[in-house]
């Protein structure tokens, strides 16, 4: 898997040698001169959660903490840059705030807040008001989903906000009822997320919207809590959004609709990420509804899509991850099953169940995986069994937001702060 290694600018080109130099020593994940791995966005630099390095540890009692930084809750997932890590938490149920971290040391870089609570629906309020979706970096900047529907765009170097969307004014949408989830993806000069009770694309440098699309869905509703994949299907580069009521694939330069399926599910809600099976091949889940697999098949400028299979196994909040030919999916019964990708069957499903939540990243035949209750397990990926390997208890706070590992260093966000691990305490 290739990294995406953030391009500094000149000003920063000194701190960015020095962070390498430090993750190196801190490490050992890195060759001499190279920077360290990082995390620049949601479920990793690939958006698949694969992370390059040595293989994880049998036990994780080898993980050792380096620095914690106390925050206000929130949502979103750690991003890791060369040399600091940006984090994200609602303060007195009104601001919400991004800071930057350093990498080596947990020491605050710069800050940034602006005026955003929301209240959101009943079925959502036992689980927290605060800031969810994780931000997204290309090294020189940061953009930031806020609450209200709103796209920030900070400077990575000091913090300071460069343009902002907010999409109900622009278009007179309706607050998502969740509040924002979807977490945007760069591409090249474009930001692409769902919002506007649609799917966007904004310009990166200015702050544009360059085009809006797939607005099918009850304005009274609001906008969806799935977030977008740009990447190859079948050869060709689409936009990959499960929207509110549809799964569609659109092009990324225009927002044409190439394709789309409608998707049913509880009360309109969609939360998975659609997961790449393959060159041709989607994956989705919906709450209450079913797992499904989509190939893509391409003729001209014809986009078409047959599903292959439907199941009844349903992953709730939790994006399935891929290993070989196998999907390993947290479902909505709260336990662990491995799906063959041929045919959507169950190889095996736990015995155990687990929290609401997991969030994984994989390497090799192995995946970690953070529960919400708090808790680290260590599992084995093989369509043999489940086999836990290991598992520890590592916050006494919910885990909800997306762990991210790089290299030898594993970052948690509870409801309470930020803690960061080094295996084997390097």
């Known amino acids: 898997m290739s990294l995406i290694c953030p391009c500094f600018s000149f000003r920063l080109g000194i701190r960015a040698l020095l962070g390498g130099f430090i993750g190196l020593a801190l490490s050992g994940s890195v060759s001499r001169g190279a920077e360290p791995a990082t995390w620049p966005q949601w479920r990793g630099p690939n958006r698949d959660c694969a992370s390059s390095g040595a293989a994880f540890p049998d036990k994780l009692d080898g993980l050792k903490q380096a620095w914690r930084v106390e925050l206000g809750p929130g949502y979103s997932g750690p991003v890791v840059l060369a040399d600091r890590v940006i984090v994200t938490e609602t303060v007195d149920e009104k601001f919400e705030v991004v800071r930057a971290l350093d990498r080596a040391t947990g020491k605050e870089l710069w800050t940034a807040r602006w005026e955003g609570g929301q209240s959101v629906i009943d079925l959502g309020k036992p689980r927290g008001e605060w800031i969810r979706a994780t931000p997204a970096s290309d090294g020189k900047s ?23 969307v907010d999409f109900v004014k622009e278009f007179n949408s309706a607050l998502p009822m969740f509040g924002m989830v979807s977490s945007p993806q760069i591409d090249g000069d474009a930001v692409y997320t769902l919002a506007a009770t649609g799917v966007v694309r904004v310009n990166a440098k200015t702050g544009k919207v360059e085009w809006r699309t797939l607005t099918d869905g009850p304005k009274e509703e609001g906008g969806a809590t799935s977030s977008v994949l740009v990447t190859n299907v079948a050869g060709r580069k689409m936009v990959v959004a499960l929207n509110r009521k549809t799964l569609a694939l659109l092009d990324p330069e225009t927002g044409k609709i190439l394709w789309k399926q409608a998707t049913p599910a509880y009360r309109n809600t969609t939360t998975l990420t659609p997961v790449i099976l393959g060159e041709s091949a989607l994956f989705i889940s919906m709450i209450a509804g079913r797992s499904m697999r989509f190939d893509v ?25 891929r290993v070989g030919d196998y999907l390993y999916a947290h479902l909505e019964t709260r336990r662990f ?27 090799g035949d192995r995946i970690l995986a953070l529960d919400q209750k708090g808790t680290l397990y260590l599992v084995r990926a093989t369509p043999e069994k489940f086999d836990l390997i290991d598992q520890r208890k590592i916050s006494d706070a919910d885990t909800w937001a997306h762990l991210a590992v790089c290299g030898d260093e594993v970052f948690v966000r509870d409801l309470k702060g930020i803690v960061v691990y080094h295996w084997n305490g390097k």
């Open 337 to 363: 099953a491995c799906l063959d990708l041929k045919t959507g069957r169950a190889k095996w499903t736990s015995d155990q169940s687990f929290g609401e939540y997991w969030s994984m990243v994989v390497r």
């Open 297 to 321: 098949s391409i003729d001209g400028d014809k986009v078409a899509a047959k599903r292959t299979w439907d199941v009844s196994q349903v992953s709730y909040m939790s994006t399935p991850v």
């Open 142 to 164: 940061v953009y930031v989903a806020g609450m209200r529907d709103l796209l920030v765009c900070l400077d990575a170097s000091d913090g300071k906000e460069r343009w902002r």
